[in-house]
């Protein structure tokens, strides 16, 4: 099956209608964009532009330095897996608000030759000493949002560099020490700041508090670095070159994880407790991918302790069961939104570190209970806030039912020359992470990703904090495969908790309509993570408030600054998409 849809369905539809309103749209200056689900003020504008296209390779990423460095690395000889981590090393540096070494991320691999789907898990993990009450105040009541954030309690052990070196165990081609350099090169010689990064740095509020941050990222009166300066950090070049001689281990272990341990138990006003043991202890682990069918082809994402694969795959269901794709615009919002509460439900209820829960995955996919899901949508009128279900195959203790709030993170895609592929999220969790800065890096915040009520409804929650525990991500790389298996595209998203409807958005497009990546990436974002209907502003979505508060929506117009990726094969080459909400490119030989 190609990923075209039949000629008389791809020209009709209110997908289509959704990508004339984009590429008619009169164009605007690239805005300076956010990390997460922030957007510095008057960012609404895109710039249209044609997909990217190649015959050999492509690498996508959030800044055209790491898709250059990524094309770098391709054009060597290098692996799809090759060029994701010096992609990874060149966002860190260039992109600190969003992603880095010291953070996290999900990877998966696909095999062109074994044929085989590889997913891989670097999220990080809590301290050992770390326990439920972690994120609540003396009188039991929990902090607010970024009094936790702030300073060591938030701090994750980090996973990347284990996990790109297991990946990289597996699928490199070219040395490991080799990957390093173009990001070394940057960070030595020194990078123009983007309108993005200024804007980011000018608007936050907590940054500067950070001696090492302030020294870096602003001037002696506290303003941000101006658009074109010129960025060097000899710091982090220098963790680079350690971890490109020794491996994780150098990272993990020795005077770099010393260094890490002592600024976390060390912050002034909000301490942590991650140790060296801890950053010497952690694994990435392989887990099993989520796979599930959506018009003709088979879809695939990270599992657990990711909500996102799973919560894809059910909003795709309910789609498919409704034939939302055949609606009008109105129609359409209304069945995404409510299949948007449907699997934000269940999240909340069921999904967490399946280490530490017994994540009911089987169920909670299996095409007979998303089908009775789906029968609870009633084509006319909102269900205001959908009930978890009860999924088959179930097992275990009941646990209440958590919300949480995520941010940040970044996505790469790479398809190499030899057909394999790698979507990874990745992330430091809201932006520039915990506002804490080592030896050039942004440490992450992401154990603020736990639910801060270990109790809900008299019940322990799922996603609540433990020791050694991975929390809960709504991170959701994906790879999809057409009726024979072949692969069809990549894609993926940063926007925290709303990646799952950016990437859920993005399929659609692809995969029903056939639209080019670049169209389906640039799609007005709108959904429901079972609370409000959320419409993009400044986009058509935001036309629709009216129609949709009359069938009982509650409705927020907001930003929406999704970063989706995509790259898709093609009979005559691949496709490439980048999201012009941020500054992503798509390169490609």
Known sequence: MTIAAPPDRRRTGWLYALALAVLLAPAAPLPAGAAGDVAPEGATGRTQRAPDRATRHMAAAANPLAASAGREILRAGGSAVDAAIAMQMVLGLVEPQSSGIA?????????????????????????????????????????????????????????????????????????????????????????????????????????????????????????????????????????????????????????????????????????????????????????????GPYRGYTVCGMGPPSSGGIAVLQILGVLEAQDAAASDPIDAAHRFAEAGRLAFADRARYLADPDYVPVPVRGLIDPGYIAGRAALVDPQRSMGRAEAGTPPWRQGALYGASEGVEHGTSHIAVVDGQGNAVSMTTSIESAFGARLMVRGMLLNNQLTDFAFEPVADGLPVANRVEPGKRPRSSMAPTIVFDGDGNLRAVVGSPGGSQIIGYVAKT???????????????????????????????????????????????????????????????????????????????????
């Open 507 to 589: 399929l659609v497009g692809l995969l029903e309509r056939g639209l080019d990546p670049q169209v389906a990436v640039d799609l007005p974002n709108f959904g429901s993570r079972n609370g409000p209907t959320e419409l993009e502003k400044g986009t058509e979505a935001e036309t629709w408030k009216a129609a949709l508060e009359a069938r009982g929506h509650t409705v927020s117009v907001i930003e929406m600054t999704s970063g989706t990726q995509a790259i898709v094969v093609t009979p005559d080459g691949l496709v490439g998409g980048a999201d012009t909400r941020r500054e992503g490119a798509a390169a490609g030989d």
């Open 103 to 291: 953070g996290g991320a999900f990877l998966l691999h696909w095999d062109a030759a074994a044929r085989t789907l590889t997913t891989l898990d670097g999220r990080e993990t809590a301290p050992m000493a770390a326990t439920p009450e972690r994120f609540l105040k003396p009188d039991g009541t929990p902090m607010a949002f970024f009094d936790a954030v702030v300073g060591g309690r938030s701090v994750g052990v980090p996973g990347v560099p284990r996990l790109l070196e297991l990946a990289h165990r597996r699928h490199g081609r070219l040395p490991w020490r080799d990957l390093f350099a173009p990001a070394i090169r940057l960070a030595e010689a020194g990078f123009a700041v983007s309108p993005r990064l200024h804007g980011l740095l000018a608007q936050d509020k907590h940054l500067r508090d950070d001696p090492a941050a302030r020294a870096l990222y602003y001037g002696p009166d506290g303003a941000a670095l101006p658009i074109g300066a010129t960025l060097r950090n000899p710091e982090y070049a220098a963790v680079l070159r350690a971890v490109a001689e020794g491996g994780a281990d150098a990272f993990h272990t020795g005077p770099i994880a010393a260094a890490i341990a002592a600024a976390v138990a060390g912050h002034p006003a909000n301490p942590g407790d991650l140790t060296p043991a801890d950053l010497a202890a952690y694994r990435a682990r392989e887990r099993p991918p989520v796979c």
